[in-house]
């Protein structure tokens, strides 16, 4: 936007929003004139919002996940089963796996992958906490990282760091995924869909 | 979201951020938790960017641009030729042909296509204003709207409002873009510059 059509205030909001994943400068452009049109029902609450959010919401000092009460609603939770911790990358991770209700678990957010050429090496990560969690009434370890090279190389090391602390150390099952059709899946899965073919 | 994994804060905010334009809901969940991870550098930032172009910036009452003075800084520039109003659907369309930086006139932004549809009549669109601009020294008034069916039935209802002014009514011209292949034309534009043929 050039310096004569509007102030820096529209250009200042239009950068912070273009740095929002997912918003490139045009969609940004878009999003900061839809919130000056909107203001009463979109702009001010949304600053509400992002305020109320920075004053209330902290990391979970136990697992890393972000919650209002600290340690986190899943932590402090007597339900779940404190046998096993699912290791995660990203709360995101965390999210979708609570979303899909299929395991009742505590957790441990990584935050991240090992990444030795962008500087992450395992101090970066959240992984020290988790050695120290590790025994019981834990049981098991359960490494839901993505099954990219990143997600699976920091699998190994994070298995490597667990052994000889008594707790098994499992990972995802790989194979073709529900719906998927064999002629759109890349050579990968469907090598290790037949390596880990099951009986019917 | 699951209500298990986090307070209604972080929903509340991600709902919100899922309403601004190019933000799907995955995508406000991505935006929100990368908000939450940097509260110095962007949250607070944003929140702060939001609440000023809340105070400050204001609709001009001429044109329908917006600034943080009013009349806009484009109304009130001595420089800018006074002969000839450029009427635009939206705002961004004003940003995108003054980035381009190819006419130095006054603006009209319509705010919008008449839809009947959609229930936007002449009334909902900043006409009446343009109607009352449209006296000396305006001598055109250049209709750049969009390209689409909805466009082209407002310029034909602003070009019938228009005529008695005294002012000429302009579009642009229709044509093959800058680096276009006519292989991956539509029909509309390639019989439009077909019958628009210009000598060279």
Do not use: F
Request: proline share 6%.
């Amino acid at each position: 936007m050039s310096k004569k059509t509007a102030g820096s205030e529209i250009e200042r909001l239009i950068a912070l929003l273009a740095r929002l994943p997912g918003l490139g400068h045009r969609s940004a452009r878009k999003a900061a004139l839809t919130l000056l049109k909107r203001r009463v029902d979109l702009l001010q609450p949304l600053a509400a919002a992002l305020n109320e959010a920075a004053a209330k919401i902290v990391e979970c000092p136990n697992c890393g996940n972000i919650d209002t009460v600290s340690p986190c609603t899943i932590c402090q939770d007597p339900r779940r089963d404190a046998t096993l911790i699912v290791v995660v990358e990203e709360i995101g991770d965390l999210w979708a796996l609570e979303r899909a209700g299929v395991v009742n678990s505590l957790y441990h957010v990584l935050g991240g992958h090992l990444s030795p050429l962008d500087g992450v090496g395992p101090e970066q990560l959240n992984l020290a906490k988790l050695i120290e969690r590790a025994v019981p009434p834990v049981k098991e370890v359960l490494l839901a990282l993505n099954s990219t090279v990143e997600g699976q190389s920091t699998a190994h090391y994070v298995t490597e760091q667990l052994q000889g602390h008594g707790v098994a150390v499992t990972r995802l099952a790989q194979g073709v995924p529900m719906g998927g059709e064999l002629d759109y899946l890349d050579e990968g899965t469907l090598a290790a869909a037949i390596k880990s073919r099951r009986p019917i």
